[in-house]
């Protein structure tokens, strides 16, 4: 069965660090999204890319996040420097088409914890 | 207010209970409902996705939705130890465009053998 998959699983570094997150959706799906999910809480949407292009990304916190996806295939989500508050699970999702928005299927996260 | 509000549980029930799980919601252009199950240290997985309101079955797990109340619930029947995760509901306003979903923030469930 197809997976959406991300890797690193888990990252731990520093604050003020780098740290790159990389997502691979199911092969055919236009449509990418990432959440970052912080303990006990549901996911919150980062970024939303439809083939190469940048849909939503009105809650990326643009002054230390950056997201791409440049082939329109796989993609990477950066923090640049990270901060304590950004320790979170970190999930990649996709969809097949436009008139599949809300069938989304999620990676199993990358778990990033600074310290 | 939060948009969905779902009480984080956590719930513990024995094996071949019928589980409960609800959500209620204050955006009335919320149209697409989902719930996701959501296994530790996993990502979400979709179980159910329903439009408007109106019940969806599919084996042991029934969605309900009511937009008159602003309430949508997920049952499960003949709970099992494999069921024990955490369920996050979630909602969308629009199928066609932009697929901003709003979760809830997850009932934790654990089944009792």
């Known amino acids: 069965e197809a997976e959406v998959a991300q890797s690193p699983r888990y990252k731990i570094t520093e604050k003020s660090q780098a740290v790159a997150f990389w997502c691979d959706p199911i092969?055919?799906?236009?449509?990418l999204y990432w959440y970052r999910q912080i303990l006990g809480q549901g996911p919150e949407l980062l970024v939303q890319?439809?083939?190469?292009?940048?849909?939503?990304d009105s809650q990326l916190p643009k002054d230390r996040f950056s997201a791409e996806r440049l082939k329109g295939v796989d993609s990477t989500l950066k923090i640049q420097p990270a901060e304590l508050g950004d320790s979170a699970m970190y999930l990649c999702?996709?969809?097949?088409?436009?008139?599949?928005?809300?069938?989304?299927?999620f990676g199993p996260g990358t778990r990033l914890t600074v310290l | 207010q939060k948009e969905v509000e779902q009480d984080p549980g956590p719930l513990s029930v024995p094996e071949g209970a019928i589980v409960s799980l609800n959500c209620t919601y204050s955006?009335?252009?919320?149209?697409?409902f989902m719930w996701y199950r959501q296994y530790s240290r996993k990502g979400p997985e979709l179980l159910m996705y329903?439009?408007?309101?109106g019940n969806k079955e599919d084996g042991r797990f029934t969605a309900q939705v009511d937009k008159s109340s602003k309430y949508i619930s997920l049952f499960i029947r003949d709970s099992q130890p494999s069921d024990s995760a955490t369920y996050l509901c979630?909602?969308?306003?629009?199928?066609?465009?932009?697929?901003?979903?709003?979760f809830g923030k997850g009932t934790k469930l654990s089944v009792k053998p």
């Open positions: 999702a996709s969809s097949p088409d436009r008139i599949s928005y809300n069938e989304q299927f």
């Open positions: 092969s055919g799906h236009a449509t």
């Open positions: 890319f439809q083939d190469e292009s940048v849909v939503d």
């Open positions: 955006n009335s252009a919320f149209q697409y």
């Open positions: 329903t439009y408007s309101s």
């Open positions: 979630a909602m969308s306003s629009s199928g066609g465009s932009q697929g901003n979903l709003i």
